[in-house]
């Protein structure tokens, strides 16, 4: 008898088919009313966004509708797309490689200044002359794409 290895580990892991809402994950909350989801990370996501308590993101760009003054982002993924889009910062995407073009867009004031933003924690603004590129809040290093371009961009200036 021919056995589907793939289809046989599948039907033993509860919770990844998310077609079959009997494997589905709940949360237990009352309030929810037993609202499934297909994944793990999703379930974990939903309890840190509306159980927990929430934290908030708030944009230090002063004159930002989303800025203390505000309203903060709950997500931070949604933070860093914010500054990524609309102040121009230097948050690369995962597994996607900026072109010229993409670095040509990016504002000037977020990559010349002498500071960066930590693309893991995205603590307030890292001073280069005070922490170089390793971020005082987490420890995570500055990509060393982002590395270069402030190099080069140094390189003409001077």
Same mark, same amino acid.
């Given at each position: 008898?021919?056995?589907?290895?793939?289809?046989? @580990?599948?039907?033993?892991?509860?919770?990844?088919?998310?077609?079959?809402?009997? &494997?589905?994950?709940? *949360?237990?909350?009352?309030? !929810?009313?037993? $609202? @499934?989801?297909?994944?793990?990370?999703?379930?974990? %996501?939903?309890?840190?966004?509306?159980?927990? @308590?929430? $934290?908030?993101?708030?944009?230090?760009?002063?004159? !930002?509708?989303?800025?203390?003054?505000?309203?903060? +982002?709950? %997500?931070?993924?949604? +933070? &860093?797309?914010?500054?990524?889009?609309?102040? $121009?910062?230097?948050?690369?995407?995962?597994?996607?490689?900026?072109?010229?073009?993409?670095?040509?867009?990016?504002?000037? &004031?977020?990559?010349?200044?002498?500071?960066? %933003?930590?693309?893991?924690?995205?603590?307030? &603004?890292?001073?280069?002359?005070?922490?170089?590129?390793? *971020?005082?809040? !987490?420890?995570?290093?500055?990509?060393?794409?982002?590395?270069?371009?402030?190099? $080069?961009?140094?390189?003409?200036?001077?």
């Amino acid at each position: 008898m021919l056995v589907n290895l793939h289809q046989l @580990a599948k039907s033993l892991a509860p919770g990844t088919d998310a077609s079959d809402s009997s &494997r589905r994950l709940v *949360c237990r909350v009352p309030e !929810c009313n037993g $609202k @499934a989801f297909p994944r793990q990370a999703d379930l974990d %996501r939903h309890t840190r966004m509306l159980h927990d @308590a929430p $934290k908030t993101y708030a944009c230090d760009y002063l004159k !930002c509708s989303r800025s203390v003054n505000g309203t903060p +982002f709950n %997500r931070q993924d949604h +933070f &860093r797309d914010h500054l990524r889009d609309q102040h $121009k910062e230097d948050l690369l995407r995962r597994s996607v490689r900026p072109d010229a073009d993409w670095w040509n867009s990016r504002s000037n &004031r977020a990559v010349s200044n002498g500071w960066w %933003r930590c693309s893991r924690c995205l603590m307030k &603004r890292v001073v280069i002359d005070v922490d170089g590129y390793s *971020c005082p809040g !987490c420890g995570n290093t500055l990509e060393l794409e982002r590395q270069k371009y402030r190099e $080069k961009l140094g390189s003409l200036r001077s």
